[in-house]
């Protein structure tokens, strides 16, 4: 069973930056497909970015709403995965949650249910 706890929200003001951390367990970390997820109030869990493990290391992704703005990454050795966010606007507001996957592939999992473990949530609210 992998556990998965995220830190790392809070309130900023527009332009700022905050660094989530998705620390997991339970299972041999880079064999796990990771990615952030986040939800604003009545709306879907959107993908915000993944890393994905593949023969040759990892590959990432991020979704086009957050494409220069965030980076996603992982330390090995402390089994964590981080999303680095710069240039924040009150449009990134919501709640965000890390995902894992231990499943076979190659990556390119873009959907909720394509994971099958997922962390508490952490609040990321940017003021105007």
């Known amino acids: 069973q992998v556990q998965l706890v995220e830190s790392g929200g809070g309130l900023v003001q527009a332009g700022g930056s905050l660094r989530l951390s998705c620390v997991a367990s339970?299972?041999?970390?880079?064999?796990?497909?990771i990615a952030w997820f986040r939800q604003a109030p009545g709306k879907e869990r959107d993908f915000v970015a993944a890393?994905?493990?593949?023969?040759?290391?990892?590959?990432?992704h991020h979704a086009d709403s957050v494409k220069g703005r965030f980076t996603i990454s992982r330390d090995t050795a402390k089994n964590t995965v981080y999303l680095q966010m710069n240039s924040l606007k009150p449009e990134d507001t919501a709640v965000y949650s890390c995902?894992?996957?231990?499943?076979?592939?190659?990556?390119?999992?873009?959907?909720?249910?394509?994971?099958?473990?997922w962390g508490q949530g952490t609040q990321v609210t940017v003021s105007s």
């Open positions: 995902a894992a996957t231990a499943k076979y592939g190659s990556g390119n999992y873009f959907t909720s249910r394509d994971y099958d473990y």
């Open positions: 890393v994905w493990s593949i023969w040759s290391g990892t590959s990432t």
């Open positions: 339970g299972h041999t970390f880079s064999d796990l497909h």
